[in-house]
């Protein structure tokens, strides 16, 4: 499969300061990519980078196979994109609206706007000015504007924000669909963990301004599936002994206090032993299976002993 947008070192500063840090993104043709990061990670300014928005500071971005420059009209044509919220003529109809992106876009093709609307599950309200539409109405609008003009690439940032779990759902649907019946490429940044998970075929973790993980969900779920869960009464103490006797430095300690997930490649009998001899109570030690959402928080949050699950 062929790479369709990718990024070599870039890098963007503000006053000196970096926000995005040597970033490298690869992006196949035809797959939901899943860009997970907390609010501030650098998710949305890496968007507008690619969308020609914002200028890099340094490092290049490529688009089917070419280098972006400030005059790649062609290239950005072929990417329909949502950054932030949509914005509309809210006095004007869903209809109009579509009409006036088409013709700054230099497409004409009359039937485009009821097949789109029809593809976004807007029916019947073409005619609706927009400022009477929900916030999934929206989302949806500027899905079908996005997708109007047959892009090959639909770039979308935290586009289920704010919606219900039924929007959130009916947008899900939507992505797989454009992905495996229409062969758009997706690009779709969040920072919910769940909601990804269930569409994306690769994820790219960003945690300040730094691509941290970027790995095929199959990899993700062969790989990162497996901990050892270490309950204990005084687990300050079992934290201690984790860290500074066996070195651990990937474990966690989840909210009731009792429970340490450790990640590290230890064996249960290192840890049975080594709790043993420093008197440490060991009320139950097993192998478990990792939650994929705690395996992404820990990568997010960062690594680390004594890490807590908040």
């Known amino acids: 499969m062929t790479h369709i947008l990718r990024t070599h070192q870039l890098t963007k500063a503000y006053n000196g300061e970096e926000v995005v840090s040597s970033v490298d993104m690869n992006v196949r043709q035809g797959e939901i990519y899943g860009f997970l990061g907390p609010n501030g990670a650098g998710k949305t300014t890496i968007m507008k980078m ?23 009209y062609e290239l950005l044509k072929r990417m329909g994109s949502i950054i932030e919220y949509p914005i509309f003529f809210e006095k004007l109809t869903a209809r109009k ?4 992106h088409c013709e700054y876009m230099g497409y004409y093709d009359k039937q485009a706007i009821p097949e789109t609307l029809a593809l976004v599950n807007l029916v019947n ?39 219900d779990p039924v929007g959130m759902h009916e947008l899900r649907e939507l992505f797989v669909k454009l992905s495996r ?41 062969n790989t990162h599936a497996n901990h050892i869960e270490l309950v204990v009464k005084d687990y300050p103490k079992a934290a201690f002994i984790l860290e500074n006797k066996l070195k651990a430095r990937n474990f966690r300690v989840r909210e009731d206090k009792s429970i340490i997930n450790i990640y590290d490649d230890i064996s249960q009998n290192a840890i049975f032993q080594s709790m043993m001899q420093n008197e440490v109570e060991i009320e139950s030690l097993n192998h478990k299976k990792q939650p994929l959402e705690d395996y992404f928080l820990q990568l997010i949050e960062g690594e680390g002993s004594y890490a807590k699950s908040n």
């Open 50 to 72: 690619i969308t020609n928005l914002v200028k890099p500071s340094g490092g290049e971005i490529e688009l089917f196979g070419e280098k972006v420059h400030d005059t790649s």
């Open 97 to 100: 609206n579509l009409e006036l």
């Open 125 to 163: 309200v073409e005619n609706k000015p927009v400022k009477d539409f929900s916030l999934g109405m929206k989302q949806r609008l500027g899905i079908a504007r996005a997708v109007i003009t047959k892009p090959e690439i639909l770039i979308l940032d935290e586009p289920v924000n704010g919606l």
């Open 181 to 221: 019946q229409y062969g758009i490429t997706l690009l779709i940044s969040s920072h919910n963990l769940s909601e990804i998970e269930q569409i994306a075929d690769t994820i790219g973790v960003i945690r300040k301004g730094q691509l941290i993980k970027e790995a095929s969900m199959e990899e993700i779920r």
